[in-house]
């Protein structure tokens, strides 16, 4: 594997340079594969070495490259060393590269990568991730889906690292928008509907009360008297609002299902209002709370009267607001978890939110502030329906299913697949979760469901594509060729390819776990289905002495390994039917 080869290097390293491997490992990395040429496997690069020094003591950095290059000799390990642009570069034996990386894929399954020195000293972390955080009765809107996948996204890939992860959904489930429900409700709902179909329900409800109130002042007065009571804890209020957030969830556990996502804790503002109360005591007990001339009270977070450092914490009739709830969600979740870090993945908008959260908790004297972080990501423009408008998670899932269902059907697919419906569903699921996580996450995009869709070029179709194919040569071929192999028949430009892309899946892994960027993995797993494409078109399998065919079907199961597991951590269930 990419870290054993590192790992020898630098022990060489090491004895000329007299410094400990370990401060050599991360300095090597696995070369991108080059169309053009034949590219080295490793290289050190030697600024990297130099940091430390002072710019004016630093020799000429490809002098230097060259006089290490020197001092280095091949061995078993490396055939052959040889400098680029201030760095040293290694080729591997050939022979050993190749069945090294191969029984490394093999062997580690869906651990591969993530065994890597990279890694070692990992200490393990209890991580809590808040994500999707839907508002119960209002719209599921692109921004909750976005941040429903990354979220997913960050978890899976601090799970795979071995730490111990807590999945946390934060429904906006409490607020005025529950006495208009209630009060509208009781105007307009209908309990079989409730029940058949909640979310869509409450929404509708929601709407027409919403306008009824804006004309009707009556309407508007029961509405305020129906929170109050919640507030108050009116029985039956309280049983209508249970109601309503348990159907909610009910459903919205089946279509996260669809979605491959899950949850450990279903939690919510309503959690927080007794102790939001607590959090502005703790606030006037510390003298960080003022009250203004309207009644409400604020908390100056610049410690000098900055008026744009003023953060509202009470309204003026006691009650709390989204951020006092969030700060006793924060002090709770501590005291419940213990969390190392806890990360909120939510659009930019909320980017000042989040600071002040932060921040508040520090002056508060919460030393363990510094352990929350804010992943926020930009909007999606332009994601719309054939009814228009996304109102509802599910509306984006139906679409994807049917308008893949149609795209399979023009290339006359669907007549081999035993269940089409969910086979349409996962590879649309996967075009969405490719092109949502192609660029930056703080970038805005305009949503194209065509370039979603295209079966070539970088999309979620082709990886899709890629897997079901590679899959279905083992199938045809069988497993017999998994114990033994030559590696003398793996020394195409095509094979050396793959293998030396295999190589980099540690560092692209280890890249996404320190920005939780997810494009660094789209990008190597898009590279790596180019490559099996060319490999598949011109690498025979069928018509090759059995082995050779043997080896290369050891070659494309290594591939369609790695393909999974890459997709697997950004929320894709790869397909295993045949093309």
């Known amino acids: 594997m990419a870290c054993g080869f590192r790992r ?15 401060n050599l490992i991360k300095s090597i990395s696995a070369v991108p594969i080059s169309r053009k040429e034949e590219v080295a496997d490793f290289q050190l690069s030697v600024d990297s070495l130099l940091e ?31 400098t680029g642009q201030g760095t040293v570069n290694f080729k591997i034996n050939r022979e050993l590269l190749t069945k090294t990386v191969l029984q490394q894929v093999i062997e580690d399954g869906s651990k591969y990568g ?5 890694f070692s000293g990992l200490p393990q972390r209890r991580i809590v991730v808040e994500f999707s955080s839907p508002n119960v009765a209002k719209k599921f809107h692109v921004g909750h889906l976005r941040s429903t996948i990354i979220g997913n996204f960050i978890a899976n890939l601090k799970e795979a690292l071995g730490h111990q992860v807590t999945r946390i959904n934060y429904l906006g489930d409490w607020g005025m928008q529950f006495g208009l429900l209630g009060a509208g409700f009781q105007l307009f709902g209908y309990e079989e509907k409730l029940q058949s179909s909640p979310l869509q329900h409450l929404f509708e409800v929601y709407v027409q009360v919403n306008k009824e109130a804006a004309d009707d002042k009556n309407v508007a007065k029961s509405a305020h008297e129906f929170f109050q009571r919640l507030e108050l804890g009116d029985v039956q209020a309280l049983a209508l609002w249970q109601k309503f957030r348990d159907l909610s969830i009910e459903e919205y556990v089946r279509i ?12 919510g503002e309503s959690f927080y209002r007794e102790k939001s109360q607590e959090v502005l005591k703790l606030l006037d007990s510390k003298g960080l709370l003022q009250k203004t001339l309207k009644g409400t009270a604020v908390v100056d977070l610049s410690g000098n009267g900055d008026p744009s450092a003023l953060c509202t914490v009470m309204r003026s009739d006691g009650t709390s607001l989204y951020v006092t709830r969030d ?21 930019k908008g909320q980017k000042k939110h989040f600071q002040q959260v932060f921040q508040m908790l520090q002056i508060m004297g919460y030393d363990w502030a510094d352990r929350c972080q804010h992943v926020p990501f930009g909007i999606v423009q332009g994601m719309k329906t054939r009814r228009g408008d996304v109102t509802f998670l599910e509306d984006v899932l139906n679409e994807i299913r049917l308008r893949m269902l149609q795209n399979m059907a023009s290339i006359k697919t669907t007549r081999e697949l035993e269940s089409p419906q969910e086979t349409a569903e996962q590879v649309g699921l996967a075009a969405l979760i490719i092109q949502d996580f192609r660029g930056s996450l703080l970038s805005d995009y305009q949503f194209s ?23 279905s040569l083992e199938e045809t071929f069988g497993c017999g060729y998994l114990n033994d192999f030559n590696t003398a028949c793996l020394q195409e430009p095509q094979s050396v390819s793959i293998l030396q892309h295999l190589l980099r899946f540690d560092e692209v892994l280890y890249r996404s776990s320190q920005d939780l960027q997810p494009r660094h ?4 797993l898009l590279t790596l289905s180019h490559l099996a494409a060319v490999a598949h078109r011109t690498l025979h399998v069928r018509s090759s002495p059995p082995e050779v065919a043997g080896a290369r079907l050891h070659l494309f199961r290594a591939v369609r390994s790695v393909l999974a597991n890459g997709m697997k951590l950004l929320g894709i269930t790869p397909i295993y039917t045949q093309e």
Not at 329 to 347: G, L, P, S
């Open 256 to 267: 996260y299902k669809r979605l491959g996502v899950h949850f450990d804790e279903y939690s």
């Open 327 to 347: 700060l006793a969600a924060a002090i709770d979740r501590m005291e419940k978890y213990n969390f190392d870090t806890m990360i909120y993945v939510t659009d």
């Open 521 to 524: 993995i789209v990008s190597y």
């Open 52 to 82: 430390n020094r002072n710019d004016h003591s630093r020799p000429d950095i490809q002098i230097q490259a060259m006089r290490l290059a020197e001092k280095l000799k091949c061995d078993t390990v490396v055939s052959e060393i040889s």
């Open 8 to 22: 020898s290097i630098a022990s060489q390293l090491s004895r000329v340079l007299d410094l400990p491997p370990e």
């Open 114 to 118: 993530l065994k890597s020195e990279l």
């Open 449 to 471: 469901w065509d370039r979603v869709f295209q079966s070539r070029g970088d999309t979620g179709v082709f990886l899709q594509y890629t897997h079901a194919r590679l899959h």
